[in-house]
């Protein structure tokens, strides 16, 4: 990644990660195409498939993503005002399987999604988007998106199993910042905080 800065990750508890995000209005600024720059940085620095806006503390529908599908396919992109299109009860098949996020740092848990989504949306220069993933690649879409919606995977889990995500983030976390830290410090001077 030659551009960008990294920023600070949002973690759990934050308001910024509990309340819907507003949309885009301006297309093609160069504070837009920024973001999208600093948040690729940022989740790259933090070993992540995906990250919403608001997972560096700005309230607005946009994520990026670098993520593989079932197939080992790299999917790279942004969108902008996703809109998620899930298949209908008789085409959904749902797989439980292992979740992160890097706004709540060292935990993994099992959740529910269903193997195949679609994204619609636009570029940061306003053209039409439609993405579509396929196994991991729509847990990908699922999770950034549940995000612009003011949601964490940890509001798809039971209580116990929260309490246990909760209980590992606390545990790991402190380790996985040294990792970011060590990371954003091996990049070449001025780019490695905002």
Known sequence: MERGSVRRVTVVGEEVLSRPCREVTAFGTPELSVLIDDMFLTMYVADGAGLAANQVG??????????????????????VNPVLELPGPRDRRLVDDSE???????????????????????????????????????????????HLDGHTYLD???QRDRRDALR???ERREDVFARR???????PPGRDQV
């Open 58 to 79: 700005v309230s607005l529908r946009l994520f990026v993503y670098d993520c593989p599908d079932d197939e080992g396919v790299r999917h790279v992109g942004h969108i």
């Open 100 to 146: 992160g996020c890097l706004s709540v740092p060292g935990a993994t848990m099992a959740v529910p999604r269903t193997d195949r989504a679609v994204v619609r949306g636009f570029d940061k220069d306003g053209a039409p988007l439609v993405v579509e993933g396929r196994g991991y690649f729509a847990r990908c879409l699922q999770h950034e998106t549940d």
């Open 156 to 158: 798809r889990l039971s």
């Open 168 to 170: 590992q983030m606390e």
């Open 181 to 187: 830290a060590l990371k954003a410090a091996a990049l």
